[in-house]
């Protein structure tokens, strides 16, 4: 669903590459336009057997797969998806297909190719400078243009408009040279995307008719023609893309493929994300981390949450790290000498944190809180079933026997907590199949307040919350 950070950009190109417009051609080089670029570098991955689009998870077998053949087929392409979804993350990594460095017009604005210039100045430089040409190299990191649509975009924005700096300067109005060019020209030679695309005015969507059909631009009913090279993409939300008229049909029929996104379909892949993604503070135990993953899918699934809405990626991603910062806080306040682990009791900060990120339906206001305090319990439940099913937790059982109660809680220390358990039948067993194995106190602690928990849930074992943050586990 989302990809890595790219790596550090490199400061200049490599050293051998030509550097005029004579020695780019006698080095053999050939002008290959954008799209046959991609398709070229697509290819070599495919057949090589490497990952196309690095860092992506769970959509290899639907989305990649439909988002190949659109490239390959030379499309602009837009991607349909409710939020959180990877979309923009899935748009940006395209530009890893791209050649590393490309040669450009040294000054050009838009990135023109030295063997096809654009702009009249372009081609008057070309004429009057011939093989001594300067030309530089552009990498691909800075081929890739994006801009979010929001309703006060303007063609300017996008396409340009007439620069009053340049009228002063003596040009006459007509002259296309006094035209500052707008994000899309500048990104000629790249690819351009433009995010949740329904939100642009009507009127500004017209001005994409030219760029995607006969890809060149019109500005202010100037005779101006520049055959842009360049790949368009875009993301919508499925709604407002299909149903709700807030794009023209014109500009809806000139992209060659629609591709729809979707959430994780596995549990696993929901878990791979989490752990990608989230910049975690403190250790967030695998067990965890399934806890998380299967409450963000029953919220996703909850008949009290607007479906149209969507509960994005970024909920479980901002969940484990918010139950990473409560691990955090409690070694910082309660002492505890070894590093932090998270344990089940920091789960409960999801629910008043996240809250905000879930859209309910109408008639569930009020009912917020209980509606996730009731998935969360229900999601370490399921986790418990799934993770230690058949385990036997006598062991557990009976460390509260005879009015014995076990205290954890916010500010109760790793320590302190194993010192009230003691040695407990089974806690090896335990841990093993928690994936804690490698043990420390935090995350023996971890294991057994997540046993304790699940007891509490299959009502095996009372539970108490007192009003100063401590839980209270007894019989």
Known sequence: MSISPSPALPLEPPADLPRTLGALRASGHRHVPV????????????????????????YEDTVAPELERALLAGHDVVLLGERGQGKTRLLRSLVGLLDEWTPVIEGSEL????????????????????????????????????????PDTSVGDLIGDVDPVKVAEGRALGDPETIHFGLVPRTNRGVFALNELPDLAERIQVSLLNVLEERDIQVRGYQLRLPLDLLLVASANPEDYTNRGRIITPLKDRFGAEVRTHYPLELSVEVDLVRQEAATVAEVPEH????????????????????????????SIAAAETVSAAALRRHALSGERHDPVARVGDLHTVVSVLGGKVEFEQGEEGREVEVLEHLLRTAIAETYRALLGGAELSGFSELVTEGRTIETGDLVPAERLLEQVGTVAGLAQVLDRLGLSDVTPGRAAAGVEFVLEALHLTRRLDKLVLDDGRTVYGS
């Open 35 to 58: 799209k046959d670029e991609l398709r070229a570098n697509l290819l070599a991955r495919m057949r090589a057997g490497t990952d196309r689009f690095p860092g992506v998870v769970g």
């Open 111 to 150: 990135n023109e190719h030295p063997y096809a210039p654009l702009t009249p100045a372009s081609r008057r430089r070309v004429l009057a400078e011939g093989d001594d040409l300067p030309v530089a190299w552009l990498h691909r990191s800075l081929r890739y243009g994006e801009k979010l649509a929001t």
């Open 288 to 315: 965890l981390l399934e806890v998380i993953a299967r409450f963000t899918r029953a919220v996703r699934e909850s008949p009290a949450v607007d479906p149209a809405s969507g509960v994005s990626a970024r909920f």
